[in-house]
């Protein structure tokens, strides 16, 4: 029998489940009550491989983060973008580019619900969806209440062929202005190059006095909020969540 793929495994959490939404390329997470409610944008990573039959928005992870998200009374979105690998002009490279047009909508689709209170809005990425928050760092719309970034890739890696402006790191430090609230989750079995990324780019914001709080997994592997059922990894996730919530508050 194969073995489940890593991101067909279940949640960490087991949060009371909920009837998601399915329009276009997000899913709608609906928290109970009156809105408009605040909301947050989940930013899967990549990139995706050609043959994927199961798309992000299908996962456990991302069903169990937008469920979890609804039961603290916030709306959540999960949008899924178009983070592939294309033929470039010096070979393949990986298209952040059009994945973030594809954010980019998805949060003005977001605002401009009515079930959402526009000024009240957080953007979560995950993994390679990491290098997706470069814009938002550097512009920092004053209704982005809070980054959260979640076993990121915070700096193009060589072999990706990655647009070079995909850099959250070198945004921090760019004119504007303040950085919103920013949360890190890093694990300890981290591979390397990811690792490395994050610790530049936490060096980079102290540099630009720019506060990070960050919470340490350190059992937990790339992916710990699907393949570490722990303790360490359940408490984890819900201090994230937590923190996101509190940053959206009125």
Do not use: K
Not at 38 to 57: F, M
Not at 172 to 189: C, F, I, N, S
């Amino acid at each position: 029998m194969d073995e489940t793929p890593s991101f067909l495994r279940p949640f960490v959490l087991t949060p009371p489940a909920r009837p998601h939404e399915r329009v276009a390329n997000l899913d709608w997470y609906v928290p109970d009550g009156d809105g408009p409610h605040p909301a947050v944008l989940l930013v899967h990573g990549g990139p995706l491989p050609p043959d994927l039959n199961v798309g992000p928005r299908d996962w456990p992870v991302y069903r169990g983060y937008g469920c979890l998200l609804a039961d603290l009374g916030v709306l959540a979105v999960a949008v899924e973008h178009r983070m592939r690998v294309v033929d470039g002009p010096q070979g393949p490279a990986t298209d952040c580019a059009t994945a973030a047009l594809d954010v980019a909508a998805a949060v003005d689709r977001l605002r401009a619900d009515p079930r959402v209170d526009g000024e009240r809005i957080a953007l979560w990425f995950f993994s390679g969806g990491g290098l997706l928050s470069t814009d938002w760092l550097r512009e920092r719309p004053s209704w982005l209440r809070a980054v959260a970034l979640t076993y990121p890739l915070l700096a193009p890696l060589p072999a990706w062929g990655v647009d070079p402006r995909f850099a959250p790191g070198a945004a921090l430090g760019g004119p504007g202005g303040a950085v919103p609230p920013l949360l890190l989750t890093r694990v300890g079995r981290e591979r390397a190059e990811l690792a490395e990324a994050v610790a530049v780019f936490l060096d980079g914001a102290a540099d630009a006095d720019v506060r990070v709080e960050v919470i340490d997994v350190p059992g937990g592997q790339h992916g710990f909020d699907m393949l570490d059922h722990t303790d360490e990894s359940r408490r984890a996730v819900e201090r994230a969540a937590d923190w996101v919530s509190q940053r959206l508050a009125p």
